[in-house]
């Protein structure tokens, strides 16, 4: 018997972005998981997007720090209170967790130990029940995929951190594929080939909106070009250049084939009557990277699968997670309701 909560939450709480959603609501919260520091004093200054406004443009002395690293809780501090901080934007109060029930996503793959980590910095701000659920699972759910029946889903979740690949059937993961190398990790690559290539520095937000207008998974495509500004590394003086599409996928190209090979590993772990099933289905991206230029008909052209995006790929994570309350009531065969409920997998306050 499911006990009665005051609110239900699903918290996607990853590596670049935190997404939070309210049952009945939608989402209320989609920010930047960046925290700003005052490393003399300890003082918080900024989260979220006003922490990723500083980059590249505060004093020495400010410490700005993405506390999750592929999609795992690396600094625990500055977590609760980028969390803290959240959670006061949202009610005014920091108490909006209590007598609630958080459904918060992880990575498929990482241990009962770093799942309990998750829950417990949860439970640490006032929630009632934390359940930590597998990222492909809530990302499923939240895009309209009917993950308890028993056919074969395949998710590709391109985040900030990792790359998740997974088949899914009768609400469980039956076999997966993690990729360490994500969105941040392109940006990083941008910055480094344009400071190898032009002698010039650029910074993490330059860097992204350079991925983000002019990235592309197609070798045919248009040419673009975007012009950029940074320091001259010789110089020492601004400068601006025009770096084109072809150069960032070049620099890029590896990454995507690294998805198409993780594809084809997971492929190969499930058994043929799944596979035979994503044939059919098809491939759903999800994630940031799901928007990334020509990449469903590039995984669609080497795979031959059926590819689909998401509606809402960067929200269908927070979604689905906050949708598995009534999921589990309707559906009380689900593989996954004994691992939520177990001891390995929630924790209760009290």
Same mark, same amino acid.
């Given at each position: ?22 049952? *009945?609501? %939608?989402?209320?919260?989609? +920010? !930047?998981?960046?925290?700003? $520091?005052?490393?003399?004093? &300890?003082?918080?200054?900024? /989260? ?93 759910? *939240?895009? %309209?995929?009917?993950?308890? +029946? !028993?056919?074969?889903?395949? $998710?590709?979740?391109?985040? &900030?951190?990792?790359?998740? /690949? ?185």
């Amino acid at each position: 018997m499911l006990k009665r909560f005051d609110k239900l939450f699903g918290i996607d709480l990853g590596t670049s972005n935190t997404v939070i959603y309210e049952k *009945g609501k %939608g989402v209320v919260l989609s +920010e !930047p998981s960046v925290v700003a $520091v005052n490393q003399e004093t &300890g003082e918080l200054l900024a /989260v979220g997007a006003e922490a990723q406004a500083m980059i590249g443009r505060a004093p020495g002395y400010v410490d700005i720090t993405y506390p999750l690293t592929n999609g795992v809780i690396a600094n625990f501090d500055m977590t609760k209170n980028m969390l803290q901080h959240f959670i006061k934007k949202i009610q005014g109060r920091s108490s909006f967790l209590r007598s609630s029930q958080v459904y918060i996503s992880v990575p498929c793959g990482i241990t009962n130990v770093q799942k309990r980590a998750v829950e417990e910095t949860i439970i640490h701000k006032g929630a009632q029940k934390a359940v930590a659920v597998e990222e492909p699972l809530a990302a499923a759910l *939240g895009a %309209g995929l009917p993950i308890g +029946e !028993p056919i074969g889903h395949l $998710v590709l979740d391109i985040g &900030g951190g990792t790359c998740q /690949v997974a088949v899914l059937s009768l609400g469980g993961i039956v076999a997966s594929h993690t990729v360490n190398r994500a969105g941040m990790s392109i940006d990083r690559d941008i910055m480094e080939y344009v400071k190898k290539q032009y002698n010039l520095e650029i910074g993490e937000r330059s860097s992204e909106e350079i991925k983000m207008r002019i990235g592309t998974a197609n070798a045919s495509a248009q040419e673009k070009t975007i012009e950029i500004r940074g320091r001259d590394v010789i110089e020492g003086l601004p400068r601006s250049i025009r770096i084109s599409s072809g150069e960032i996928y070049k620099l890029v190209d590896d990454f995507f084939k690294s998805l198409i090979e993780a594809i084809r590993t997971t492929l190969e772990k499930c058994p043929p009557e799944l596979a035979g099933d994503v044939i059919e289905q098809g491939i759903l991206l999800c994630g940031g990277g799901a928007l990334l230029e020509g990449l469903d008909e590039r995984i669609r052209t080497e795979t031959g699968i059926p590819v689909h995006i998401a509606e809402r790929p960067l929200d269908c994570t927070a979604i689905g997670a906050g949708m598995m309350l009534g999921v589990r009531s309707a559906k009380q065969g689900l593989a996954w309701r004994a691992a939520a409920d177990g001891p390995d997998e929630a924790v209760e306050a009290g």
